[in-house]
């Protein structure tokens, strides 16, 4: 029987109480059946490995995410040359779990986290989406916990863009993960930022003057979503 986001998040809540432990298991049994770390594509592993060859640099704001978090020059977009970019084009939460270490080790001062959207393309179960993006909150709060963590939304997606590739017309599912983001915030103590109805248009898709190929943003996405950071006062 598949279990509910609601009930999912429930049961994470309690685990989260009992110091994590099964939700180390829950996540293993989640990895068995749908990681795709094992077959990740050379990118991934060479950004791995340029990632652990780097010296520690603690006290920084680390940006953590998929493809659309690496094609962000933060360090120009925020005018500090200290942040650091931890985006891997193609990155999953299976894959943001395996590498994990490498970003805390830095004991941040922030991490940025959006990540999902590639998920939901290979048919990756909401509920297991959303535990692992608890998975990776408890896991921060442990290995660093003077960092504060911010769970970003995972953006509206256009199917709509002549460029768009149709295994990410997943905008219903973003749509409940992001609910379940913003309603356990408190319990799970990160800052959830909702960039969500940011990047809409008139009809809900995402904004055609934020994107190319209506899932990656261009230059101006990403000057909207640093504005968007700091309005919020994240940053």
């Known amino acids: 029987m598949t279990m509910t986001a609601s009930v999912m998040t429930q049961r994470f809540l309690l685990i989260f109480s ?11 049994q989640a990895q068995a059946t749908y990681d795709s770390v094992p077959n990740v594509p050379d990118h991934y592993r060479k950004m791995t490995e340029k990632f652990r060859a780097e010296k520690v ?18 360090k120009q977009l925020l005018k500090d040359t200290s942040v650091v970019n931890r985006g891997i ?40 989406v959303i535990q ?18 911010y769970v970003q939304s995972i953006l509206p997606v256009n199917p709509g863009n002549k460029n768009f590739m149709a295994r990410f017309n997943k905008q219903s599912e973003i749509e409940t993960i992001n609910a379940q983001l913003a309603k356990y915030h408190e319990a799970l ?8 109805p940011h990047f809409q248009d008139h009809t809900s898709a995402l904004d055609p003057k934020y994107t190319y190929d209506g899932l990656h943003l261009s230059q101006a996405g990403y000057i909207h979503w640093v504005s968007c950071l700091k309005k919020e006062k994240c940053l």
């Open 132 to 149: 692992n993006i608890f998975s990776i909150v408890g896991r921060i709060h442990g290995e660093s916990p003077g960092t504060l963590v």
């Open 18 to 28: 009992l110091g994590g432990l099964l939700g180390t298991a829950m996540t293993a």
């Open 57 to 74: 640099t603690k006290g920084r704001i680390i940006f953590l995410g998929n493809s659309i978090t690496e094609g962000g020059d933060w």
């Open 189 to 196: 103590k990160y800052t959830f930022v909702n960039l969500f």
């Open 89 to 128: 084009s193609g990155d999953n939460t299976f894959g943001i779990l395996a590498r994990l270490d490498e970003v805390t080790r830095h004991k941040p001062a922030k991490i940025f986290l959006l990540i999902g959207v590639n998920d939901l393309s290979k048919n990756i179960p909401v509920e297991v």
